[in-house]
Nanobody, 118 residues
Framework: QVQLVESGGGSVQAGGSLRLSCAPSASTSDTYCMGWFRQGPGKEREGIAHICRDGGTTYRDSVRGRFTISLDSATNTLYLQMNSLKPEDTAMYYC????????????WGQGTQVTVSS
């Protein structure tokens, strides 16, 4: 069992930046790929950025160019650098881990709240 712990959420004004972190309790084959999801008020959860240890990344159109996902191979920590934040980015942000690009995400964190005010 792998536990994922997010941190770095908070409240910022529009145009500001935040960096989220996600620390897994272990590095296993099930953490080969990781991703960030978010769920805003009254909205469904959506995937926003994904990365695997092969270096590949994908982004949701709404965050591409503003958010950057990265994975520190030395510490196995996942990051999400969020710049030019907008009020519509307000959501609970979750990290997740899976074994490959096509696998279902197996492990989930508890989430960290991001609130962007106008």
């Amino acid at each position: 069992q792998v536990q994922l712990v997010e941190s770095g959420g908070g409240s910022v004004q529009a145009g500001g930046s935040l960096r989220l972190s996600c620390a897994p309790s272990a590095s296993t084959s099930d953490t080969y790929c990781m991703g960030w999801f978010r769920q805003g008020p009254g909205k469904e959860r959506e995937g926003i950025a994904h990365i695997c240890r092969d270096g590949g990344t994908t982004y949701r159109d709404s965050v591409r160019g503003r958010f950057t996902i990265s994975l520190d191979s030395a510490t196995n920590t996942l990051y999400l650098q969020m710049n030019s934040l907008k009020p519509e980015d307000t959501a609970m942000y979750y990290c997740a881990a899976r074994s490959s690009w096509i696998a279902t995400y197996k492990y989930w964190g508890q989430g960290t709240q991001v609130t962007v005010s106008s």
